[in-house]
């Protein structure tokens, strides 16, 4: 694995060492002991998540207020543009944002600790989009911000309005989220 280093520290770029012939591919895809060496972090799984999503759709940005989850994220068909906002009040980089292409085909995967807002948009025509976290899915503290707030300035690569679902139709903007400390 290699590890690619972002404009904010502890959000990662982790691309695979791949095998490839012309039988097909493999590669590891997450392997905890080399995880921990490349990004500081012992971390432990709970949960495996995989949405199917068509062109357009935006998911995010969201982050649980309480039982934060740090998300190891990847594609396993079709691509999306990531992003990863940083929500921590106290750092440096507070409401800054990080943003990746992941593909079945680069075949990257974004490590994004806890303590971030996470979204992605779905750029081919399809894309299946996989998921570990660090902590378990509790709706209670699940939150939302804008995906199109002007405080973040996300440059989202789409045509006109994406598909959100009704939560992300009314994410509040940065200022009047919930952040952590």
Do not use: C
């Not at 750029?123 to 996989?130: K, P």
Request: aromatic letters at 12%.
């Amino acid at each position: 694995m290699k590890v690619i280093t972002t404009t904010i520290p502890n959000v990662l770029i982790i691309e695979p060492k791949v095998f490839g012939d012309e039988r097909g591919f493999f590669f590891e895809s997450f392997n905890r002991r080399h995880f921990a060496e490349l990004t500081g972090r012992d971390v432990d799984f709970v949960q495996d998540n995989h949405s199917r999503s068509v062109k357009g759709v935006l998911r995010g940005l969201h982050y649980q207020i309480q039982q934060p989850q740090g998300k190891l994220v990847r594609v396993v068909q079709g691509t999306v543009f990531d992003v990863a906002v940083d929500i921590r009040k106290s750092a440096p980089t507070f409401g800054q944002h990080v943003a990746a292409e992941l593909s079945a085909e680069n075949k990257r995967m974004l490590w994004i600790p806890e303590g971030f807002a996470h979204g992605f948009v779905v750029i081919s025509d399809t894309a299946e989009f996989l998921y570990k976290t660090t902590d378990y899915w509790a709706p209670e503290f699940e939150r939302s911000i804008a995906w199109n707030d002007p405080a973040i300035g996300i440059q989202w690569p789409i045509q006109g309005e994406p598909a959100l679902s009704a939560k992300d139709q009314f994410g509040k903007s940065l200022v009047d989220a919930e952040h952590f400390a």
